[in-house]
């Protein structure tokens, strides 16, 4: 049995454990080297790209009782107290839940008071973009005559919720989606040190998943580890992270053309026995619904295809049934009813509906045929010479 690793063992502690964000950890690093220090930072960028992390490791930086410095040591008290989360000094502050004005007045309040041991006061504003209106204007009245040695470091996932006047007083940084080729790097270090046996293709899956988030690929590889035996392969991987495998997919698509709901029920459950999430399998039927107009319609399809799959021929019987306006109706419940689906209280009976209006679709002529067949009917003469 593999050991049990925490992505919490694995949040970056320094400026080089951070991945991707190469050219903000630099800046951050020099800023500090040359005392050019701005009172509020501005951390823009997708969920998972390393912000707050880098924000806990800029504070440590500012706090060190070595500091300010590029390295902090990570073994003083203010090191330990940031990492953990209890330092007295660095306050993080989740504007999600504290977004009034008597929130960001109280912390007005607070910001006059001098650090109760460390150098400076570092407030972490996390999710910044929450604050009501009244609020962004008390905190503003904060970063135009900024204490000295207290810092903002603000972070959001929608820079363009953030109102102009905090802009021009913050200096911003725009974390990048993180590559999947540095993310799987950071997995391939980790799998080193806690010694786990796991090929290089299940981590580039795990990599590819993840969205170019760290904290989801470490999420992912959490659970990877923890359902897995000695070795992990891609066969361990698949399930876990919703992937569904050329086969199933073709059984559930044969099940629609052929009108055969039997098909399409025990697909569904053997992917449910198999332990896949549905909501993954949801994702890839769809793609590959979409995929398959592509191969329908398109004569090079390599670089328009979502998917990777093994054999294309498999997908003749079911190509040779369906014209393409069979798979846009098809692709279109499949969309327009992915709400109706990730809102089912049991997700088996979502996906099942979705099928079922498919299966529908086949009894329905479509409307075109409808018109054509009307048209011959009123106007059997202009058909016979059309
Ligand atoms: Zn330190």
């Given at each position: 049995?593999?050991?049990?690793?925490?992505?919490?063992?694995?949040r970056?502690?320094?400026?080089?454990?951070?991945?991707?964000?190469?050219?903000?950890?630099?800046?951050?690093?020099?800023?500090?080297r040359h005392?050019?220090?701005h009172?509020?930072y501005?951390?823009?960028?997708?969920?998972?790209?390393?912000?707050t992390?880098?924000?806990?490791?800029?504070?440590?930086?500012?706090?060190?009782?070595?500091?300010?410095t590029?390295?902090?040591?990570?073994?003083?008290?203010?090191?330990?107290?940031?990492?953990?989360?209890?330092?007295?000094?660095?306050?993080?502050?989740?504007?999600a839940?504290?977004?009034?004005?008597?929130?960001?007045?109280?912390?007005?309040?607070?910001?006059?008071?001098?650090?109760?041991?460390?150098?400076?006061?570092?407030?972490?504003?996390?999710?910044?973009?929450?604050?009501?209106?009244?609020?962004?204007?008390?905190?503003?009245?904060?970063?135009?005559?900024?204490?000295?040695?207290?810092?903002?470091?603000?972070?959001?996932?929608?820079?363009?919720?953030?109102?102009?006047?905090?802009?021009?007083?913050?200096?911003?940084?725009?974390?990048?989606?993180?590559?999947?080729?540095?993310?799987?790097?950071?997995?391939?270090?980790?799998?080193?040190?806690?010694?786990?046996?796991?090929?290089k293709?299940?981590?580039?899956?795990?990599?590819?998943?993840?969205?170019g988030?760290?904290?989801?690929?470490?999420?992912?590889?959490?659970?990877?580890?923890?359902?897995?035996?000695?070795e992990?392969?891609?066969?361990?991987?698949?399930?876990?992270?919703?992937?569904?495998?050329?086969?199933?997919?073709?059984?559930?698509?044969?099940?629609?053309?052929?009108?055969?709901?039997?098909?399409?029920l025990?697909?569904?459950?053997?992917?449910?026995?198999?332990?896949?999430?549905?909501?993954?399998?949801?994702?890839s039927?769809?793609?590959?619904?979409?995929?398959?107009i592509?191969?329908?319609?398109?004569?090079?399809?390599?670089?328009?295809?979502?998917?990777?799959?093994?054999?294309?021929?498999?997908?003749?019987?079911?190509?040779?049934?369906?014209?393409?306006?069979?798979?846009?109706?098809?692709?279109?419940?499949?969309?327009?009813?992915?709400?109706?689906?990730?809102?089912?209280?049991?997700?088996?009976?979502?996906?099942?509906l979705?099928?079922?209006?498919?299966?529908?679709?086949?009894?329905?002529?479509?409307?075109?045929?409808?018109i054509?067949?009307?048209?011959?009917?009123?106007?059997?003469?202009?058909?016979?010479?059309?």
């Amino acid at each position: 049995m593999a050991t049990k690793v925490t992505a919490l063992n694995w949040r970056p502690q320094t400026f080089s454990d951070l991945v991707g964000q190469g050219v903000i950890s630099t800046t951050l690093q020099n800023a500090i080297r040359h005392d050019r220090l701005h009172h509020a930072y501005l951390f823009a960028g997708l969920r998972g790209s390393g912000k707050t992390s880098t924000a806990r490791i800029f504070a440590k930086a500012l706090n060190c009782e070595k500091g300010p410095t590029p390295e902090p040591c990570l073994k003083c008290a203010s090191c330990k107290e940031i990492r953990d989360g209890n330092s007295m000094d660095v306050i993080e502050i989740d504007a999600a839940s504290n977004n009034s004005v008597d929130n960001i007045r109280e912390l007005r309040e607070m910001v006059r008071y001098n650090a109760a041991r460390d150098k400076n006061k570092i407030y972490i504003i996390d999710e910044v973009h929450m604050l009501s209106t009244s609020a962004f204007n008390a905190l503003l009245k904060t970063l135009e005559e900024p204490p000295p040695n207290v810092f903002f470091i603000m972070a959001t996932t929608e820079l363009h919720k953030i109102p102009a006047t905090i802009l021009s007083r913050s200096q911003q940084f725009d974390f990048k989606q993180i590559p999947a080729s540095e993310i799987e790097k950071r997995v391939e270090e980790i799998v080193k040190v806690e010694k786990i046996n796991i090929t290089k293709e299940a981590i580039g899956l795990i990599a590819t998943a993840a969205k170019g988030s760290m904290r989801d690929a470490l999420s992912l590889f959490d659970q990877v580890v923890a359902a897995s035996g000695e070795e992990i392969t891609v066969l361990e991987v698949e399930p876990i992270l919703g992937l569904v495998k050329d086969i199933h997919l073709v059984n559930l698509m044969e099940g629609v053309v052929t009108d055969s709901v039997e098909r399409v029920l025990t697909t569904i459950s053997e992917l449910i026995n198999s332990g896949h999430d549905l909501k993954g399998v949801y994702d890839s039927f769809t793609s590959f619904v979409r995929d398959l107009i592509v191969l329908k319609s398109v004569t090079h399809t390599s670089e328009i295809l979502v998917r990777q799959y093994g054999d294309p021929s498999q997908f003749k019987d079911i190509l040779d049934q369906v014209t393409h306006a069979d798979l846009v109706r098809y692709l279109n419940v499949l969309v327009s009813g992915e709400q109706v689906f990730r809102q089912a209280s049991v997700p088996q009976y979502g996906l099942e509906l979705v099928l079922f209006k498919m299966l529908e679709l086949k009894k329905l002529q479509p409307l075109e045929t409808l018109i054509s067949d009307l048209q011959s009917l009123s106007f059997p003469d202009q058909k016979k010479n059309g």
